[in-house]
Each structure stands twice: as structure tokens, then as C-alpha cells.
């Protein structure tokens, strides 16, 4: 796909994806590399612009990551931050040292509003700092463009090479005018004529998928979940039936899921496509019966998953093509674009079929974080209410019934998360709280119900406020909508006599129970 490209070269700093997303922001296409790549690759890549980002090291010790000093010789614009800038300077012949006062938090910074990476912002302006350490002299060729009262360089330019350091994060939102600055930066400095556009996404990856696919034949697993569902629609229109789409059915889905995903997806739905449901509940439920380990349940339903769709695509025969709703972050958390790789080792379910026949897998999301997926299915025409969903787990329920998982347990659960989802819906809180679910405790307790002794079962409501899903805290749902829920959940769901919600943060805690 030949596009305008700037490239964030990733020195390990925790904020690398969020540098990319502000430069997508500005409607210029972005991808994260490793500050490994080779100069050669980089060239090749043609890029207008590059982006060195922060990272955890000091550019003066012996083993800290790198690049060489032809890269700012390219002649392509170069902002470096934070660490990108430090290493910068110090290739360059500038100065980096330990700073004697750690600049950390919300910080004035003063800006030189002549300089073109200040152009439209405030001559003092609050910026995010972190470091340690700093740059004393700047590098021959370049003038200082802003300063605080403990950092001399907190920028400086070299306009005959193009050449751009920022010690702040203009990335992270606390620094109030970072977007116009990077914005400044790809649309001025860079020239992108900013064109990336998720209407332009949808139509060139369609007729990219058409010239790859020609007449061969597709196959997709669709979950119902935001990234397999934006994956099929986007490739149905571009290969129509083509497409035949998986779904498999495995009795740890959410109330009514099933048939919402038929709905959307079927004989009576909106695409082109062929739609197969595999109504595997009683298999799983088989498979999982007397199992209480989280791990193992985990591995049998994800080994079952695979092994029904393999079932269902030996039926089809063979495919040219296998669809794979794979996004950006889990590209770049697979270690395979940027440094910082994180690994959710179980996040996925299984893995790839071993005996599906196919030739080759076709990952058409694979450029784009969540929040652009979510356009796309909206340009698609995808209703709301699948784009926004929140994010479920691959082993569904069966990882939010705590112990053994029976037909009788998935059913108390999905109508207490029904509810659950419903009041929250009613309270206006849905797009506000990241994820929130009921989960079924494996505990059993006394009450009373008209006069009678009860001994059933507590449900477990969560709530969490997250950005990353890797640390999250409890939202404070209002004791009016909680109340509520626990008053329905008693009266209308048997086998509960007892509804708890989870304060717990995490760390200490997880998001799901098990
Ligand atoms: P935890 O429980 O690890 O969850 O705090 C973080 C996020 O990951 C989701 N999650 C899973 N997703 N398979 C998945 O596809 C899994 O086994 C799994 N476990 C947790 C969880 O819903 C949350 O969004």
C-alpha cells in the first residue's frame, strides 16, 4: 500500500503506541519499528517523517539502545523525545547528564512560538516530564527553542537538517497543546497532506483484498466480538460469499449473544456472506464437566474451539484464504513491530488451526488500534451496539463461573449479567465504565427468602475504569443502580440469594475472576 508514512522508532519508552495514535490523530498513517531496524529497511520504507521515542536508559552508558548517526543524514525530518532526544543530542556532539533536580509531573515550560513545532502555542505552556536525565549543551547546529526553570534544553532545532528534540512527552494528554506540536510536526514540518482516513482505509483495503483473493475461497472465525466481526463485514464487501463465516457456538456466550450474532450475520442479515453456527454448547459443557483449575479450563475450551472449527472447515474443504482479526496492539505486543513487547500469553484462545487447509492468512486489521477498528465498522454500516461492545474473553463465561462450569451455573450467570448490562444501560454508565460484568462465585450461603431458608449461590458484580486493561480500578457504580441490580438479580434470578460487587483494583486483583 503506497501512503504517506511517518515511522516512530521505538527506544523502549512506555508510551510508544500513544506517540503513533497522536500522529494518526493528525490523519497521517504511522507505524511503530524497533530501534533495531536497519538504516536500509528504514530508506526503503520511504518515510516523510520519523519519530525517536523515550525509553528507560541513559544515552551515555555503554549498552543503551541506539541508532547510528547516518539516520539524521537521510534528510527526512527527525523529532526526537525524551530519550529519542537525548540520544539524539549526544550522537550529535551535544550534552547529556545526569540533571541534578528529577523533572517529573506537570511542568511550565516556556516555547519559543517562532520555532514551526511551536507554531499556535501558548509561550508558557504546561507540558509532562519525566527524567532523569538532561540535555546541559545542545548539539553544534541546533538553538535552543524552550527551557524550564530546571531544564535549559527542553527543546532545540536544527532547521538546516531538519533536525527536532523535545526532552517533554507531547504524546501524553497532560501535556495540554502536545497534539498541535505533533501535529506541527507531521503536517507542517514533515508536509504529510494528512489523507489517512478511515473511508479511505475501508476502500483501498478493499481493493487490496480483491486484486489477493481473485476468485479463491475465505474462511473466518467469527466471534461476535468487535475485531471478527469488523474483519468479516470488511471482507464480505470485498469478496461477497466468497466469505463463509464460522461461528461456533460453545455455551459460554453472553444472554441471547448467540442469536444476536445470527441476527446481524445470517440468512436474515445484512452481508453477503455464508454463515455457519455450530451449536457446540453440550460438547463444552461435557468437556468442562468436573473441571475447576482456571488454566485448565482455559486450554480445554480453546483446544475445543479450535477443534470444532476444524471439524467445520474440513465440511467447506479447502480455502485459499484463512481471516484473522489480529489488531495493532497485538502485533506490537507479539514483539514484532516496536521494543517494549508485553506479552499476554493468555489472552488468546488456542491459537491457529493445525488442519484447516489453507494457503494463507489475510489479517486485514492488522494496522490499526481499537478505536480505529471501531470507525471502520461504524463506516461499514455495523450496527452500534456490536462496534462498542465491551471486551469479552475467548473462554466467555467459563472463565467467570468460578469452579466447575455446569449448564445449570452458565444459566444463573447470563441472567445476572443481563441485568447487570441492562440497569447499567438504563444509568447512562455503558460507554463510561471499560468493562463490567457478573460473575457466579462458587460459594454457596444461607438466606432468607418469604419466610423460607434459602442455600444458594452469591453473584460477583465488577466494574472496572481502565485505559490498557493492564491496571484497572473499580468504578464506583452509584448505590442506587447497585441496589437496584442486586434487588432484580435476587428476585428474578433462581438459585441467588446473595449479590457482593468487587472493590478490588489491579494489581492487586484481575479483571476477570479466574
Ligand atoms: P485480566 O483478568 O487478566 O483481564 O485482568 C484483562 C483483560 O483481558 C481479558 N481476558 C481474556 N481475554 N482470553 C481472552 O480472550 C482470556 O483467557 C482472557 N482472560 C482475560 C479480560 O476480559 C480483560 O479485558
Not at 1 to 27: H, K, P, T
Not at 54 to 61: D, H, K, R, T, V
Not at 132 to 154: N, W
Not at 245 to 255: A, Y
Request: contains cysteine.
Amino acid at each position: 500500500m503506497s501512503r504517506e508514512m511517518v515511522i516512530v522508532l521505538d527506544f523502549g519508552g512506555q508510551y510508544n503506541q500513544l506517540v503513533a495514535r497522536r500522529v494518526r490523530e493528525c490523519n497521517v498513517y504511522c507505524e511503530i519499528y524497533s530501534y533495531k531496524t536497519p538504516l536500509a529497511e528504514i530508506k526503503e520504507m520511504n518515510p516523510k517523517g520519523i519519530i525517536l521515542t523515550g525509553g528507560p536508559n541513559s544515552c551515555y552508558e555503554a549498552d543503551a539502545p541506539t541508532c547510528t548517526e547516518e539516520l539524521f543524514e537521510l534528510g527526512i525530518p527527525i523529532l526526537g523525545l525524551c530519550y529519542g532526544a537525548q540520544l539524539m543530542q549526544h550522537i550529535l556532539g551535544g550534552k547529556v547528564e545526569r540533571a541534578e533536580v528529577r523533572e517529573y509531573g506537570k511542568t511550565d515550560v516556556l516555547v519559543d512560538t517562532k520555532s514551526e513545532l511551536f507554531r499556535g502555542v501558548l509561550p508558557s505552556t504546561t507540558c509532562w516530564m519525566s527524567h532523569f536525565d538532561t540535555i546541559s549543551e545542545p548539539a553544534p547546529g541546533f538553538t535552543v527553542t524552550a527551557r524550564t526553570q530546571h531544564c535549559p534544553v527542553a527543546a532545540a532545532e536544527d532547521l538546516d537538517r531538519g533536525l527536532y528534540v523535545i526532552q517533554f512527552h507531547p504524546e501524553v494528554l497532560h501535556t495540554q497543546e502536545g497534539t498541535k506540536m505533533i501535529y506541527n510536526f507531521v503536517r507542517g514540518i514533515c508536509g504529510c497532506s494528512g489523507d489517512w482516513r478511515m473511508d479511505s482505509f475501508v476502500e483501498q483495503s478493499v481493493r487490496i483484498i480483491r486484486e489477493k483473493v481473485g476468485s479463491g475461497k475465505v474462511l473466518c472465525a467469527l466471534s461476535g466480538g468487535v475485531d471478527s466481526s469488523v474483519a468479516a463485514v470488511l471482507m464480505s464487501k470485498a469478496v461477497g460469499d466468497q466469505l463463509t463465516c464460522v461461528f461456533v457456538d460453545h455455551g459460554l456466550l453472553r444472554k441471547n449473544e448467540g442469536d444476536e450474532v445470527e441476527a446481524v450475520f445470517g440468512p436474515d442479515g445484512n452481508y453477503d456472506l455464508h454463515f455457519v453456527r455450530v451449536n457446540a454448547q453440550q460438547r463444552f459443557y461435557d468437556k468442562l464437566s468436573g473441571v475447576t483449575e482456571p488454566e485448565e479450563k482455559r486450554k480445554i475450551i480453546g483446544g475445543e474451539f479450535i477443534r470444532v472449527f476444524e471439524e467445520e472447515a474440513k465440511k467447506i474443504g479447502a480455502v485459499d484464504f484463512l481471516v484473522q482479526g489480529t489488531i495493532y496492539p497485538d502485533v506490537v505486543e507479539s514483539g514484532l513491530g516496536g521494543e517494549s513487547a508485553v506479552i499476554k500469553s493468555h489472552h488468546n484462545v488456542g491459537g491457529l488451526p493445525d488442519y484447516v487447509d489453507f494457503k494463507e492468512i489475510i489479517e486485514p486489521l492488522r494496522s490499526l488500534f481499537k478505536d480505529e477498528v471501531r470507525k471502520v465498522g461504524l463506516e461499514l454500516g455495523i450496527p452500534e451496539y456490536l462496534v462498542y461492545r465491551q471486551p469479552f474473553p475467548g473462554p466467555g463465561l467459563g472463565i467467570r463461573i468460578i469452579g466447575e462450569v455446569t449448564a445449570e451455573k452458565v444459566r444463573i450467570v447470563q441472567e445476572a449479567d443481563a441485568i447487570y448490562r441492562e440497569e447499567i444501560a438504563n444509568a447512562g454508565l455503558d460507554r463510561g465504565v471499560n468493562q463490567y460484568f457478573a460473575a457466579l462465585t462458587n460459594m454457596r450461603s444461607v438466606g432468607v427468602m418469604g419466610d423460607e431458608r434459602t442455600y444458594d449461590y452469591a453473584v460477583a458484580l465488577r466494574a472496572v475504569e481502565t485505559i490498557d486493561f493492564m491496571t484497572a480500578e473499580a468504578a464506583q457504580i452509584p448505590w442506587n443502580v447497585l441496589n437496584k441490580v442486586m434487588n432484580r438479580i435476587i428476585n428474578e434470578v433462581k438459585g441467588v440469594n446473595r449479590v457482593m460487587y468487587d472493590l478490588t483494583s489491579k494489581p492487586p486483583g484481575t479483571i476477570e475472576f479466574e
